[in-house]
């Protein structure tokens, strides 16, 4: 948590000591799982986008949620293209590498 522009006596800035705990914790960049929500219905298309959401990222996987399997078939047959996608979006500092697919019914 060295910070180049940081006195050694003042104190970090808390978004800073956040954003390196979350990483040691494989948590993305602060505001990153909001980027890919923002951007999910662009992305997969209102009727898809009306059965699935992104439920969250860690360690580089990317969830999703749908509910109904053959929404989670769709997405699964778009996996290459999601991940480049989201890569994208969080960037080198949070790359995702592939998605995980949860289905729940009623969500």
Request: aromatic letters at 4%; zero cysteines.
């Amino acid at each position: 948590m060295n910070d180049p522009g940081r006195r050694g006596d003042d104190p970090a800035r808390l978004r800073d000591t956040l954003a390196a705990v979350g990483g040691e914790l494989g948590l993305p960049r602060p505001g990153a799982v909001e980027a890919l929500r923002a951007a999910w219905l662009d992305v997969v298309g209102a009727d898809v986008a009306a059965h699935t959401g992104i439920r969250g990222l860690r360690d580089g996987v990317l969830t999703v949620v749908v509910d109904a399997a053959p929404w989670a078939t769709q997405l699964r047959y778009r996996e290459r293209e999601l991940v480049r996608w989201a890569s994208e979006i969080t960037g080198a500092a949070a790359p995702v590498a592939s998605l995980r697919l949860r289905v729940e019914p009623g969500r």
